[in-house]
């Protein structure tokens, strides 16, 4: 069944909250639309109040949590508590992410994305000003995830530009970077996941390791404990071109082969 871009008033009319009106569309879109991009069979929703996640896929068991935003997704998304995402990370329960902009007006979805769940480390996380003593809950510290900070073969869109990508095209670029889910130490998938960003900013299909290294300094800004920058990134290089993500050509110069 085609992807309709529209989202169905009707459901949310016996709601009055704004903010549960558009849970209940963006969700219920997703419910009717959306397919597994994984293994793209159908997906299941969760029950409400679902702590972990929103949709599970029965044929592969991948889980997925569903943020939505007005007009633009942005740079950044409002995700829940610090110190819980912190947690899933480090133990690997975090779901995969579906993100949704879309229009009120027109009740159009503008974007539909999916970030897997192996692009998430906590430097993408960003901790939040903790509530106001006068808040009802005074203290409590939410949390942002940075989408600039994830390489752009970590977003994965089945909309984009209110243009519905190709199935075949989704379930392939899925593929193409889950060997970075055999990489459990999250410090050491934080590296790769660098790399990949340095590479992203070169915007080259074709580059030198020469131009890697000009990101130096800014790595070691965000490594300051390695004193072997240079080193790192060579191994890093090492490895994406074992993944096969890269070619070596040669002469230390390098091709992004997916």
Same mark, same amino acid.
């Given at each position: 069944?085609?992807?309709?871009?529209?989202?169905?008033?009707?459901? +949310?009319?016996?709601?009055?909250?704004?903010?549960?009106?558009?849970? @209940?569309?963006?969700?219920?879109?997703?419910?009717?639309?959306?397919?597994?991009?994984?293994?793209?069979?159908? /997906? %299941?929703?969760?029950?409400?109040?679902?702590?972990?996640?929103?949709?599970?896929? %029965?044929?592969?068991?991948?889980?997925?949590?569903?943020?939505?935003?007005?007009?633009?997704?942005?740079?950044?998304?409002?995700? #829940?508590?610090? &110190?819980? $995402?912190?947690?899933?990370?480090?133990?690997?329960? !975090?779901?995969?992410?579906?993100?949704?902009?879309?229009?009120?007006?027109?009740?159009? @979805?503008?974007?539909?994305? @999916?970030?897997?769940?192996?692009?998430? @480390?906590?430097?993408?996380?960003?901790?939040?000003?903790?509530?106001?003593? !006068?808040?009802?809950?005074?203290?409590?510290?939410?949390?942002?995830?940075?989408?600039?900070?994830?390489?752009?073969? #970590?977003?994965?869109?089945?909309?984009?530009?209110?243009?519905?990508?190709?199935?075949?095209?989704?379930?392939? !670029?899925?593929?193409?970077?889950?060997?970075?889910?055999?990489?459990?130490?999250?410090? +050491? =998938? #934080?590296?790769?996941?660098?790399? $990949?960003?340095?590479?992203?900013?070169?915007? &080259?299909?074709?580059?030198? /390791?020469?131009?890697?290294?000009?990101?130096?300094?800014?790595?070691? /800004?965000?490594?300051?404990?390695?004193?072997?920058? =240079?080193?790192?990134?060579?191994?890093?290089?090492?490895?994406?071109?074992? =993944? #096969?993500?890269?070619?070596?050509?040669? &002469?230390?110069?390098?091709?992004? +082969?997916?």
């Amino acid at each position: 069944m085609p992807i309709n871009l529209s989202l169905d008033n009707r459901l +949310a009319k016996t709601y009055k909250s704004p903010s549960q009106k558009i849970r @209940v569309l963006t969700e219920g879109w997703a419910n009717s639309n959306i397919y597994c991009p994984s293994c793209g069979s159908y /997906l %299941d929703r969760y029950q409400n109040n679902k702590p972990v996640a929103d949709f599970y896929c %029965d044929n592969c068991r991948e889980e997925y949590e569903l943020k939505s935003k007005r007009d633009d997704i942005g740079l950044r998304i409002l995700d #829940g508590a610090y &110190k819980t $995402m912190i947690e899933r990370l480090s133990s690997n329960r !975090n779901p995969n992410f579906f993100f949704l902009s879309y229009n009120l007006n027109s009740l159009q @979805v503008l974007d539909f994305l @999916v970030i897997p769940k192996h692009f998430f @480390v906590p430097e993408i996380i960003e901790k939040r000003k903790p509530l106001a003593k !006068n808040a009802r809950r005074a203290g409590w510290i939410g949390c942002n995830i940075l989408l600039q900070e994830i390489p752009q073969t #970590g977003k994965i869109f089945l909309v984009k530009d209110e243009k519905i990508e190709p199935k075949k095209k989704v379930l392939e !670029n899925w593929r193409k970077t889950l060997f970075l889910r055999e990489e459990k130490e999250i410090t +050491a =998938k #934080g590296w790769i996941l660098d790399i $990949m960003s340095c590479i992203d900013t070169l915007n &080259k299909k074709t580059f030198s /390791l020469d131009e890697v290294y000009a990101f130096e300094k800014s790595l070691q /800004l965000k490594h300051p404990d390695n004193r072997h920058i =240079k080193d790192k990134i060579r191994q890093q290089l090492q490895f994406l071109r074992d =993944k #096969g993500y890269l070619e070596f050509l040669g &002469k230390g110069r390098y091709e992004v +082969a997916l």
